[in-house]
């Protein structure tokens, strides 16, 4: 099929060739009918029949670009039929075959679309049936539990007690891995709950450390952390107080001794940078530290490999962003970039 930009230079030849050629008809008979003595007058005839042909053809090819351009911004503008007379130039030609192409695969992407979010619809369905599937067993295995170590039905057994906090352990974390990958495949498909309020971020991380103090000094590291006491922006709290949590206790996990946190900040940012003395992070674990289901080489890895991959998405659900990078001494930070100016989407909390 020829394009377009082919086919009006095609039509402009054909049309200007065949006016050359009816021109030359009568040119010829009077040529030979007055001879030589005629020349002159045979030129000013045949300039002038030129010039009134070349009028006739160009009127036609502007009439038939005019018809095409019309059909082609009919389809354009999603009409099912384009308006306009139809001819049976090559531009006409061209521009009907491209509107049977056009229009075909406009009824294919619809068919898609539509597969698509019918698909859609069942997975969330799908999600939502196993979460409380498997949530309302995991939930009764810990509640059970709990009432076993609280002795309600009787006092226990060393062995007992035992048994009873290896079971409550493991349910939690079972219970906790099941959240984490529901939480995964929501911010993956932008359906995750964020209510964003005009929160203190510093009070947010201080609260975090508070908390990790007791998990740092079982391990023997030292924890602290840096910043103002007000620093407020537009973000879900809890959230925010998820992934530095998540951050923080990774670096308590892998510390080799101090974890520093480091709150600054900017006119149009805020940054939270984790910081640790530990083994610090390969050049080839970089690329691969934020993917679902990844963990470090080390022998101290532990986990599903899905916490750095839940942070980032509660990171980037505010608009920031997460980076890492291998410390030049020892250890590894981890950096959270929040816009301080982002204010709540229409319908979120703080924006009713």
């Given at each position: 099929?020829?394009?377009?930009?082919?086919v009006i230079p095609e039509a402009l030849r054909r049309s200007l060739r065949m006016?050359?050629?009816?021109?030359?008809?009568?040119?010829?008979?009077?040529?030979?009918?007055?001879?030589?003595?005629?020349?002159?007058?045979?030129?000013?005839?045949?300039g002038a029949l030129g010039w009134w042909l070349a009028g006739v053809v160009a009127e036609a090819v502007r009439a038939e670009v005019a018809a095409a351009a019309e059909r082609l911004r009919a389809m354009a503008a999603g009409a099912t039929e384009a308006p306009g007379p139809s001819g049976d130039g090559a531009?006409?030609?061209?521009?009907?075959a491209w509107g049977r192409r056009f229009a075909e695969e406009r009824a294919r992407h619809r068919e898609a679309l539509t597969r698509l979010?019918?698909?859609?619809?069942?997975?969330?369905?799908?999600?939502?049936?196993?979460?409380?599937?498997?949530?309302?067993?995991?939930?009764?295995?810990v509640g059970f539990t709990e009432l076993l170590a609280a002795e309600v039905d009787g006092p226990l057994t060393e062995a007992q007690r035992e048994d009873v906090d290896t079971i409550a352990n493991a349910?939690?974390?079972?219970?906790?891995?099941?959240?984490?990958v529901f939480d995964l495949s929501a911010m993956t498909t932008g359906?995750?709950?964020?209510?964003?309020?005009?929160?203190?971020?510093?009070?947010?991380?201080r609260d975090v450390v508070r908390e990790a103090e007791g998990v740092a000094r079982t391990k023997g590291v030292s924890l602290r952390w840096e910043g103002p006491s007000e620093a407020e922006a537009w973000v879900d709290a809890v959230a925010i107080r998820r992934a530095l949590t998540n951050l923080v206790l990774n670096a308590i996990e892998h510390a080799g001794g101090a974890v520093t946190v480091t709150l600054a900040v900017k006119p149009a940012t805020l940054t939270v940078a984790v910081r640790d003395n530990g083994p610090g992070i390969a050049p080839g674990e970089l690329k691969r530290l934020f993917r679902p289901f990844e963990r470090g080489r080390t022998a101290e890895a532990r986990g599903a490999g899905l916490g750095l991959a839940i942070t980032l998405g509660l990171v980037e659900v505010h608009g920031g962003t997460l980076s890492a990078q291998a410390n030049d001494d020892r250890?590894?930070?981890?950096?959270?970039?929040?816009?301080?100016?982002?204010?709540?989407?229409e319908g979120e909390g703080g924006a009713r």
């Open positions: 099929m020829m394009s377009l930009s082919m006016a050359v050629l009816i021109a030359s008809v009568p040119v010829a008979a009077l040529a030979l009918a007055i001879g030589a003595r005629g020349a002159l007058a045979l030129a000013v005839l045949a531009l006409h030609r061209a521009v009907d979010e019918e698909t859609e619809r069942r997975r969330e369905a799908w999600l939502a049936t196993l979460r409380h599937e498997l949530r309302t067993p995991l939930n009764s295995i349910g939690g974390h079972l219970r906790s891995l099941v959240e984490d359906t995750f709950p964020v209510t964003r309020v005009r929160a203190n971020v510093a009070a947010v991380v250890g590894s930070t981890f950096t959270v970039t929040l816009p301080a100016g982002m204010v709540p989407l």
